[in-house]
C-alpha cells in the first residue's frame, strides 16, 4: 500500500494499513514498521494524527515513547508534519467547500498557504486551468462563499469556455 497524497476527507478512515503507509511516506525516518508501532502505542491512527497535531516540542515528547523513536527523531517528525499543517488545512477547507480531494491538492499545492484567500476571493480565476475545476465546481464553490453571480470573473471565464468549446467543435 503506498499512500503519499494527503486527502484530508480520508484522514477518518484510512485504514491501519494505510495510515501506516501516509506516515511512512511524510514523516523522516518513519517506515512502516515504525508508523505501525505508533499506531499501537496511540491506540489507533486518529490518536497519531492527534499527536502530531499538537505540535512543538509537547508533539515531540508524546512520539518519543514509541519504541525506536528517539526524542530527535520525534522533533524531526513534528517539523515536518508542522511544515505541512498549512497545505493540509487548505485542502480541508477546499473539500468542505465540496471539492474532490483530488482537485483540492491541485489547488492547494498550486497556490500554497495563499489557498484559501485566493479561492474565497475569486473561486473562478482559482479553479481556472486546474484540472477538475469545472464550470460546475466554479460554480459551487461561488454559490458557497455566496459570491455574486455578476462577479467579473464569471463573467469572463463564461466566456473563456464558451470560447474554447466552440473552439474545439469547428
Not at 9 to 25: C, K, P, Q, V
Not at 120 to 145: H, I, N, Q, T
Request: charged share 25%.
Amino acid at each position: 500500500v503506498q499512500v503519499t497524497e494527503w486527502r484530508e476527507a480520508d484522514r477518518e478512515s484510512l485504514s491501519e494499513a494505510e495510515a501506516a503507509a501516509y506516515l511512512a511516506g511524510i514523516l523522516p525516518g518513519v517506515g512502516s514498521i515504525t508508523a505501525q508501532k505508533m499506531i499501537a502505542r496511540f491506540g489507533s491512527v486518529q490518536e497519531v494524527f492527534a499527536a502530531l497535531d499538537v505540535g512543538g516540542e509537547k508533539a515531540a515528547r508524546k512520539l518519543s515513547v514509541v519504541p525506536g523513536i528517539s526524542l530527535a527523531k520525534a522533533a524531526k517528525m513534528v517539523e515536518k508534519w508542522d511544515e505541512t499543517r498549512q497545505h493540509r488545512e487548505a485542502a480541508r477547507f477546499l473539500q468542505n467547500l465540496g471539492l474532490q480531494a483530488g482537485l483540492a491538492e491541485r489547488l492547494a499545492m498550486r497556490f500554497g498557504n495563499d489557498t484559501a484567500a485566493l479561492v474565497e476571493k475569486d473561486p473562478y480565476s482559482a479553479l481556472r486551468g486546474v484540472r477538475g475545476g469545472s464550470w460546475d465546481a466554479m460554480e459551487s464553490v461561488a454559490e458557497r462563499l455566496g459570491v455574486d453571480r455578476g462577479h467579473v470573473s464569471r463573467v469572463l471565464v463564461a466566456i473563456e469556455l464558451a470560447l474554447l468549446s466552440n473552439a474545439q467543435v469547428h
